[in-house]
């Protein structure tokens, strides 16, 4: 039989008078044991419990209060609602009475508690908040027809309209896929924006209302039948139409097609998934003429072959598993492959993936993660750690007090009231921690502002909203509790027999174990956090100092697509002349030249070469960077030998060889140590593309992640690239910041409808460290505190004992023992606990070390190095924390502490 | 006198102490209608009117779901004011043996049921049809 949930039942037992106590549970127990024989109604049957435990308690409160209007005297060790406010007015006078120690507590629990909102707060901002408009989100799941996971293949109009009818585990089901718009209205220069193209009843999955007019219908997406709408959302609303009202029916053109605005969505929602910038939405049915396609393009869009809806977004149909949804989606593509055997070929190496919940993209899911779990997981250790330091506080106190403890205990009072003062104590110190906990964290919100952190927007302004307050409430309680329950033990054993004939002193080295595994535990996190911070710091500092190979201050890169301004492959030759030549006739442009991939920015091509040297069968895959002359220049890419790429190269005549410029990584890989200038490099493809001739090797360079090697680099004239997008890198005479309004005039001379994204590329490459240098800074924030509270511990618990054995060190110093022996007896102590701790702490970081390195990139595990460099640096810490006690224990005077008794 | 020493609620006659001094104090026979309900569930189930069967019986005639806790400290008040007598009985639950509170209606306590229920009858008598033209009026 399965047990009911703890937390409840201790409530109960704690709370309900004694009299009904027995009766209650065991019916609760008995109809939640029949509740839960089905599996299925797991869930509801502890739900049930909790409600009826809650309630339970509640209506034994009300009749308190009843009978205390009714005049009825509270009866003691009866039930807890008249005794509440007696204890919390106890509980505030002994708080009172002795400042420091609450001052201290507070503070303690207040690090922990805030370090926990923040780092929340800031999981809350990024991951937890509801999509706005979206009703009913944790029904919802994407649906992936993919090769892998994340590939997005997507699947055609014909075939997702055929799967979306026949299958029964949904409720409704909608595609989607991303799109570049360059929209206007009536007087605006074109500006580019990401928009999503949908098909099928995309916002009726969501569950949202639109804000102003109506939604994309399903009937508007269907493939062949054009439908020239656009929904638009609220930030879009703003820029274009400055929140007119009378927006609906008004034009706007995209991609110089003119759309009419039908909607807007509510504020804040830029698409399923959440900062992706998602700002309008058009059907699935203009997507040939959004995109300009050929003929043959548009019937490979509309055909049943080829993928248009890439991913999918689907409400589950309630009770329906995901597992049981893939297997009918997988079952209707096998039906539909028999049934258009040509059409469907490609569907075979398809996979269904069904990923529950929205908001996070789907490559980004394990990351985001593990990250959060990393973040969350050090938190929680420096919250473990505080209410560890104030739960070793209240257990001196729970000692000091047994005395008092015990006279009242035999003056009458029931355990339950010592225990129930004693918990309203700590619940008032927990609330308190918690309350100065907010302000803690708005604190640790304030140094992160700014940070970036997966790929999403800086920290601005992060809210602690209902649920951050939510958690607080519920971090505060729950320490509360943890650091409660050992000095409650102490104070409700005591014992009017035992406690009140002997003297404090009696407690010798056996009592204390409870703190020496508290202080044996703390030492352990905080070491665990030291050397996680260290190792997030060292690898900070190696992947910062790592060569780029390139010289990226003063330099800029900006992206143009021309295709949604109906540019075609054919012509792209012609615009990046034209362009290239419009940038360096401004005056502000020191250099500039033209390269597909602009570095730490953008996505490049890769391909596979055959092994020049013949050395084995096996292609080698090699990136391929189409360049301009110009772009090794601007970059400062030294050329090593041989000679760059030059206008010349730009165009070689039908079958020709290309001429080509290798990394040195590049030529090391294919050519080893003999002398690639001259020799030929050829595609492993079938079909015979141009052979490439080498005519130089230029220095390595990064164009991307700092933590992996110098890539397997090829340059090669930039008209041999496929693509429609126009990007160039220039190096500015002053500063690249200065850059975009030149930039703008030099695009506007060649075609003014084209919009273009600007970036400095000094400000990517740092912004590539992002996630790591935030993560760096909070662990070492972190760690820094953990430490601080340990030694504090430490020194606590050392200090206590020496108090302690004042006596027992008395007796032996007048018997002559020396004061360095009784140092060596605190030292041997202190080592012990250290000791203990640094190996704990050692098997915690090894723990710990390996979340890191699947959340951060670039982390390496640490060296046996580190882990002694930060024990011995734990043990001087602790050292230091072991002086003032020791040489306390060496001060003791025998005649004095002697005469005490 | 050793056991004055002990704290109240361990001593023996606790129970008992508390009841008397409840009695003098809570006086007069008023009950609400959340007690007559319990009053008649227990009445209406006789000699089966055990804490679960009492919440049970009410749930399933009128739909009303009461916790544990509710019913409990509302039987345990009726108790005090004499209207129903408890005893504990021992039984088994599948193979495991627990302790049941069984309930019954005591003589005062029908008098004092019979007597709110009676108020309440008289106070509606001949009201129903105007109660209802109310509410299908509305």
Redesign the interface.
Known sequence: MRRPPLFPRLLLGWF?P???R???L???H??Y?QRTRDDAHRTSAYIWYW??SL??????GR?KLDEAQ????G????SWFGALHQDTRHALRALNRRPVFSIVALLTLALGIGANTAIFSLVNWLLLRPLPGVTGQQELAIVEISREVGQSNGISWPNFADVANAQRSFVSMAGYGGADLQIQSDHAPPEGIRAQIVGGDYFGTLGMRMQIGRPINAAETVAGRPAHVVVINDALWQRLFQRDRNVIGKTVRANKIVLTVVGVTPSGFEGVERNQGVEAWVPLSIEPELRHASPGLAERLNGRRGGSIREMVARLRPGVRAEAAVEELQRILDQLRVQYPNENKNLAQRHVFVHPGIGVPILMRERTFNTVRLMLLVVSMLLLISSANVGNMLLVRGLQERSVAALR??L????NRIIGQQLAECMLLALGGGLLGLLVARAFLALMEGGQLLGLPEFRNVPLDWRVLAFTAAVSLGSGLLFTLAPARIVGRADPLVDLSTSSTRHTAGRYWGRKSITVAQIALSLALLIGAVMLTRTLINLQRTELGFDAERTAGIIVNAEPQGYQSAAMPALRAALLAALRSQPEIESAGLAHQIPFWTGGFSDRVRDPLARSDQPVSIDVQFASDGYLETLRIPIIRGRGLQPRDWNASQGNPVNVVLSEQAARTLFGDRDPIGQYVDQDRRTAGPRMFVVGVSGDSRLGQLHEEAPVLMYVPINNSPSTQLSAVMRARTSAAELEPVIRRALGSVDPTLPFQFHAIAHNVRNSLADQRLLARLLAMFSGLAVLLAAIGLYGILSYMVDERRREFGIRMALGAHATGIARLVGTEAAGLVLAGVLLGILGARWLSTIMTSAITGVTAPSVALFVAASMLFVLIATMATIVPTLLATRVEPSITLRQD | MASRALPLAAHPDYGSLRCRISNYIVVGMHIGDFEQILLFAVLRLGEQAHGAAVRQEIERRIGRVISPGAAYTALDRLEERGFVQSRINETTVGSQARRRKYYRLSHQGARALSRSYGDLRDMAAGLLPRLNSLIEGA
């Open positions: 309900l004694l009299r009904d027995e009766f209650i065991a019916d609760l008995e109809e044991a409600r009826q309630a339970s308690l509640w209506s034994e009749y009714l005049g009825v005297p009866q003691p060790g009866g205990r035999a009458g009072a029931s355990r």
